[in-house]
Nanobody, 123 residues
Framework: VQLQASGGGLVQPGGSLRLSCVTA????????IGWFRQAPGKERERVSCVSANGDTTKYADSVKGRFTISRDNAKHTVYLQMNSLQPEDTAVYYC?????????????????WGQGTLVTVSS
């Protein structure tokens, strides 16, 4: 099982980035995917998740209205579109998967994790 997160980088406040999580080794159609982040000195937090059937999405209050999660099962990829980025969004972002099929819910525990991609928001 592999999850490869990419798309991070340096962006100015107010800018946008799109993160990608390319998956392999399991059937993405049956998996819920979460995006998490961890800033220096802070605990890891869940930013967003999408259920296996795509009907349920959840967002942390801090990113609602700015971030959008989406999935393209044909490309084995889940995206996190991040708009109106702020310095407090600076963190390492991770994607994670839970392939215990729960079609319409986001899990609290994820079985598989990818390496992170660093997002730095600074002028």
């Amino acid at each position: 099982v592999q999850l490869q997160a990419s798309g991070g980088g340096l962006v100015q406040p107010g800018g946008s980035l799109r993160l990608s999580c390319v998956t392999a080794g399991f059937t993405l159609d049956y998996a819920a995917i979460g995006w998490f982040r961890q800033a220096p000195g802070k605990e890891r937090e869940r930013v967003s998740c999408v259920s296996a059937n795509g009907d349920t999405t959840k967002y942390a209050d801090s990113v609602k209205g700015r971030f959008t999660i989406s999935r393209d099962n044909a490309k084995h990829t889940v995206y996190l579109q991040m708009n109106s980025l702020q310095p407090e969004d600076t963190a390492v972002y991770y994607c994670a998967a839970d392939d215990k099929y729960r079609p319409n819910s986001c899990p609290t525990v994820y079985d598989y994790w990818g390496q992170g991609t660093l997002v730095t928001v600074s002028s």
